[in-house]
């Protein structure tokens, strides 16, 4: 590992690292609806990793292909540098996982429900198991509710016992999909502290979401999938960066602000109400001109800036479309 | 209801005797203490519990209990007045005696089950084994437990194998229980026409009971076959039990002769020849062969599926 091979050094070392390692991954299902397409995932070893897409991107599929739920039509994946779905046995102990939401039994109490998914564990120790269930509950917030029948959980309750099962175990890999489903704000903050609490513990953890903020807000690596095909990936800040920030002139002469900044090589231009927003120019341009430029003409320039590029930002410009579209 | 729920760990008492899914066992297997935990620790501890705990299989097993003591009220309004129940009236095998003797409850009892309540009540629970899981979604978390296909179908067997034993017995204790209670017991006549001990009588019911338990093997099997086709719990059981009403259907049907002794139900009644004297093993050996048999293909067919199969969301 100290002398990575030398034709492709960086690729080596950053797959030795890797957790979740796949190479072009591909799920053709049934129907022939082509899911995942040729997918090239990278997931670090201590990340908190954003893998982010509209609803039906193929986010999921790509989940149960590395959890060993579902072959792979062509292509592999591993995970703790093994292979899936053959090491599911070797691999699985160390993974906590929540999928397509919580799936309970709904005539066992909560505590009965974990001591049932804790036993389907060959690896599990039966003589730690009542407190292990009880601390994984406890981290949940949820050791109030624990003698209550599943089934009269809310669904943020659900969400919440579906999250202790994935911790029932000190674990090297979480998978989370979409674990903030149906929480309110306050146990959305809460999970995100959690989360952020057991990467700190040095635990990776692949974090599957639909909502930008809340990936730019966690994670520290993100990729972006849409319409089954891997769009980028990398540090949350590169991706960000790589996109530049939009221009924004706020002022109640739309009309003559537009004519203006397109004189000045402004493109992309969006007019809205009372603002004008559009591609900030390139090259080395004077921001300040621009905005003398606008006062000189007559615009009455109420506010002038560049917005930060968000991971939005990112995904639009890398995508062309609104991140709500479904694949 | 009673009845059903004490008769229950009775059957998983049984099993405790088979470590086959108990990959874990403690250091110190002669304490009991420990030993019962680590059994309800193991995924087939689980799975017993699990079963066992819902309403539904309580219900079959009520509606399974309730049965012989339906049976054994009729037989004893009908026989109120003195005379024996008409012989010549059919009904199920040995349902003349009972007035006689209590025991013949039990026998009649399984008799009357066998052919439809018991495999329905097989039928919906082996169906229901993979098939429900699937459909609840806890199918995907027992798997990246993980819990190992091979493991969870072994498991989700020997659970469903229990509950035959265990649903066997509920009709055999019911009857019993009714019989005594409504008739009186003593020395009985078998077939033949010999007279045995009430003791040994007893010991031919409890014999009767395993065979009929055994029978249902190949149903047990067919329905955990069918849970692994589809996602559907519902689905699962309704195609268990309508294959069952179907194959006795053509088991009616003389045309189809040749065909008949592969239906897994062809044989069932071959347990009434345990009360002949000597007993008459012919068709007895050949229902277990025929269980066995459908035991293995199906249980083949039910692994081959699962261990390749796409778990579906």
């Known amino acids: ?327 | 209801m009673s009845r059903a729920e004490t008769s229950a760990p009775k059957g998983s008492e049984e099993r405790r005797e088979e470590p086959r899914e108990q990959p874990h066992r403690t250091e110190q297997p002669h304490r009991t203490v420990s030993r019962r935990a680590t059994f309800r620790g193991t995924l087939f501890g689980s799975e017993l519990l699990t079963t066992f705990r819902r309403w539904r299989t309580l219900a079959l097993l009520a509606v399974l209990a309730a049965v012989p003591i339906l049976v054994g009220t009729a037989v004893k309004i009908e026989t109120g007045d003195g005379s024996s129940a008409d012989p010549a009236g059919g009904g199920p095998a040995f349902i003349s005696q009972i007035s006689n003797n209590g025991l013949f409850l039990v026998f009649t009892g399984l008799a009357a089950t066998l052919p439809f309540f018991l495999p329905m009540a097989i039928g919906v629970i082996a169906g229901d084994a993979i098939a429900g899981e699937s459909s609840a979604g806890t199918l995907r978390y027992l798997l990246v437990a993980p819990a190992g296909r091979t493991r969870l179908l072994l498991t989700k067997y020997a659970t469903t194998l229990t509950f035959c034993l265990v649903a066997t017995l509920v009709v055999a204790i019911s009857a019993l229980t009714a019989g005594a209670f409504l008739f009186p017991l003593g020395d009985l006549t078998t077939i033949s026409g010999t007279k045995i001990s009430f003791t040994e009588g007893l010991g031919r019911a409890l014999l009767i009971a395993l065979v009929v338990a055994a029978s249902l093997i190949g149903v047990a099997a067919l329905g955990l076959f069918i849970s692994t086709l589809t996602s559907s719990g519902i689905a699962a059981m309704a195609t268990t039990v309508g294959l069952l009403i179907t194959i006795q259907i053509l088991d009616q049907i003389p045309q189809l002769h040749a065909l008949q002794p592969y239906f897994f139900s062809h044989y069932w009644l071959s347990f009434a020849d345990l009360m002949r004297e000597p007993v008459y093993w012919d068709e007895l050996v050949k229902n277990l062969g025929l269980q066995a048999l459908y035991a293995a293909v199906f249980g083949s067919a039910a692994w081959a599926r699962f261990t390749t199969k796409d778990i579906p969301a």
Do not use: W
Request: with cysteine; proline share 5%.
């Open chain 1, 1 to 327: 590992m100290e002398e990575p091979s030398a034709t492709e050094p960086q690729e080596s070392h950053r797959d030795d690292d890797a957790v979740i390692v796949t190479r072009a991954l591909t799920k053709r299902y049934r129907g022939g609806q082509l899911a995942v397409d040729g997918l090239d995932l990278t997931v670090p070893a201590g990340s908190v990793f954003g893998f982010l897409g509209p609803n039906g991107s193929g986010k999921t599929t790509t989940i149960r292909m590395l959890m060993g739920l579902i072959e792979p039509t062509s292509g592999t994946a591993r995970v703790l540098g093994r292979p899936m779905p053959r090491a599911t046995r070797a691999v699985l102990p160390q993974v906590g996982a929540l999928i397509e939401g919580p799936a309970l039994y709904g005539f066992l109490s909560g505590r009965d429900n974990l001591v049932r998914y804790d036993s389907a564990d060959p690896t599990a120790d039966p003589r730690t198991r009542r407190a292990r269930v009880a601390a994984a509950l406890d981290r949940v917030g949820l050791t109030a509710a624990a003698g209550k029948k599943a089934r009269a959980y809310s669904l943020g309750m659900k969400q919440r016992l579906g999250l202790a099962a994935a911790l029932l175990q000190p674990r090297r890999l979480l998978v989370l999909d979409e674990p903030t489903n149906g929480l309110d704000p306050q146990g959305m903050r809460e999970i995100r502290s959690l989360v952020r609490e057991l990467a700190s513990d040095g635990t990776t953890v692949f974090l599957s979401s639909h909502l930008l903020d809340e990936i730019e807000q966690v994670c520290t690596h993100a990729a972006v999938m849409a319409q089954g095909r891997l769009i980028t990936q990398g540090a949350v800040a590169e991706l960000a960066a790589g996109t530049r920030g939009r221009l924004v002139v706020t002022t109640p002469d739309t009309a003559d602000a537009a004519r203006v900044l397109k004189e000045q090589g402004v493109a992309d231009m969006v007019v809205t109400e009372d603002r004008v927003t559009g591609e900030v120019p390139e090259g080395d341009r004077e921001l300040a001109d621009l905005n003398a430029a606008l006062v000189g003409a007559g615009v009455r320039v109420r506010g002038f800036g560049v917005e930060r590029a968000s991971l939005e930002d990112a995904f639009m410009a890398l995508t062309g479309e609104g991140f709500d579209v479904a694949g």
